[in-house]
């Protein structure tokens, strides 16, 4: 399953994209304000630009794996091995408050904003169990 985050929209809160999969749109995403990180840059100029729980992950290509996250209470899709980011999970939230890091989606956007986030979560939860179930790698690639 290949997953992908297209950035579309930028403020001073947040980051807002299209959510991809196997190339056929799902949702909207959104993430915390793009800083401009890059997964070729170094740990200590990653550090130097990223603000805590403010900063969307450097763009790039990640393993997503499922992850008992006590924050969510369930099992989320984790990224795996993102430079200087850790428990960057998919989850639901509506605000870039909710996102601490982590990317958020929703059925609608607007600014700073996705909605009806549980609902497309869960359809999204169903499909990436299954990939996995079926022993698929799952790769997700931002840009």
Request: charged content about 15%.
């Amino acid at each position: 399953m290949q997953l992908l985050v297209n950035r579309t929209t930028r403020t001073a809160n947040s980051t807002i994209g299209d959510f991809s999969i196997n190339g056929a749109f799902f949702s909207y995403c959104l993430e915390p304000t793009d800083r401009g990180l890059t997964s070729a840059m170094t740990l200590a100029q990653i550090a130097a630009i990223k603000v805590m729980d403010e900063t969307c992950i450097p763009t790039g290509t990640y393993n997503v794996t499922s992850y008992d996250s006590p924050k969510q209470g369930r099992t989320v899709p984790l990224l795996e091995d993102v430079p200087g980011f850790a428990d960057i999970e998919i989850h639901v939230g509506n605000y870039p408050r909710d996102t601490d890091g982590c990317l958020l989606l929703g059925a609608t956007q607007d600014v700073d904003f996705v909605g009806n986030s549980a609902v497309t979560v869960q359809a999204f939860y169903d499909q990436f169990f299954a990939a996995l179930e079926n022993n698929e790698v799952v790769t997700i690639t931002y840009q």
